[in-house]
């Protein structure tokens, strides 16, 4: 398979999953693998070697509605339902879609013009489906892994007819052109609103170094450098993981092993055994970064990379296109850029 292939796959679907994953045997069962995905696992998803599946991040950039075994037409009254128009889901077969008619329903969901979170996500599906709950799963989850799209037995459908003859890139390029679906027209299903924040809240904070993260990578990496400086790197490693999209609750588990491990014998408060107050503080830094980055509207780079962007890709191709000639090679950048 050509690299570029795999690049695109990438791009389109697999941004930045936080371990664990699920993976498949072709004739065996699902079992948890520990670790982040990576090119070969994807690659042999997408050559249809074994199946791969990921758990949810915290801004989903699709989503899955799966219907197995579906019957009285449950499809279409379900897209009728959720108000959904032609142009925003993409079906597809699931693997067994042959002997059962298990369907996968692929959406790009936005929620009033900014990217939902994975709990906002959910929420809102799963109120607006509520009549048909043991029917209808929503995915992704943050505790259960969804199989990704485009591998083996996995069709785009019109007129539930499998459209067997696309290629990777030729799926992928349906997938691109998506439009995405407002969550926000699903609000009438929810009963109990969820309280927004007293924007007050956030007078007074100071908007966020997001050039931050790569000092959190370097110190996720190596841990802690001096003392007194336990606070400020709990903050920079909390920011890096806001950006490689983990949820909130895994951002603090995954601080907490950290510390544990990465503290270097640099803090006093550890090194006097006060466990409880650095744990208390992961927490409150958790919240003030999450809370801050999302009032800001500053999202994971895999989210702000989704739309309106280039890939290395691109870059390439616009450079061989007008070698050495700037003012074509900026023309070109903003094309492709829009």
């Not at 939902?116 to 799963?126: E, G, M």
């Not at 691109?176 to 924007?199: A, G, P, R, V, Y």
């Not at 603090?252 to 990465?262: A, H, P, Q, V």
């Amino acid at each position: 398979m050509k690299k570029n292939n795999l690049q695109q796959y990438k791009d389109a679907i697999v941004q930045n999953y936080h371990k664990p994953y699920i993976m498949q045997p072709l004739n065996g069962n699902w079992y948890t693998v520990n670790r982040f995905i990576n090119d070969d696992i994807i690659r042999r998803h997408i050559e249809h070697e074994i199946w791969a599946g990921v758990l949810a991040p915290y801004y989903p950039q699709w989503g899955i509605l799966d219907f197995d075994n579906p019957h009285n037409g449950i499809i279409e009254k379900t897209i009728e339902q959720l108000g959904m128009q032609k142009g925003q889901y993409l079906l597809t077969t699931s693997p067994s879609y042959k002997t059962d008619g298990s369907t996968h329903l692929l959406i790009k969901p936005e929620l009033d013009d900014h990217p939902p979170t994975i709990k906002q996500y959910l929420r809102h599906l799963n109120c607006a489906l509520n009549t048909c709950r043991g029917q209808i799963e929503v995915y992704p989850k943050i505790s259960n892994g969804i199989r990704l799209p485009f591998g083996l037995k996995q069709h785009i459908l019109a007129d539930n007819i499998p459209l067997h003859y696309l290629s990777l890139s030729e799926n992928i390029h349906w997938f691109d052109k998506l439009e995405t679906f407002d969550l926000s027209h699903l609000q009438k299903f929810i009963h109990n609103q969820i309280h927004n924040l007293d924007s007050s809240l956030f007078s007074g904070f100071p908007e966020p170094d997001i050039n931050s993260k790569n000092e959190g990578a370097f110190l996720y990496r190596k841990g802690l450098q001096a003392e007194r400086t336990r606070h400020n790197a709990t903050k920079m490693v909390l920011i890096w993981l806001f950006t490689i999209n983990y949820p909130p609750e895994i951002g603090i588990s995954l601080t907490r092993e950290w510390i544990e491990t990465k503290h270097n014998g640099l803090s006093r408060k550890i090194n006097s055994g006060r466990w409880d107050e650095v744990y208390v503080d992961i927490s409150k830094l958790a919240e003030w970064v999450y809370l801050n980055l999302e009032h800001y509207c500053i999202y994971p780079d895999s989210v702000h990379n989704g739309q309106y962007c280039v890939y290395e890709s691109d870059i390439r191709f616009i450079a061989e296109v007008f070698p050495g000639q700037i003012c074509k090679l900026k023309k070109l950048f903003n094309l492709i850029l829009h």
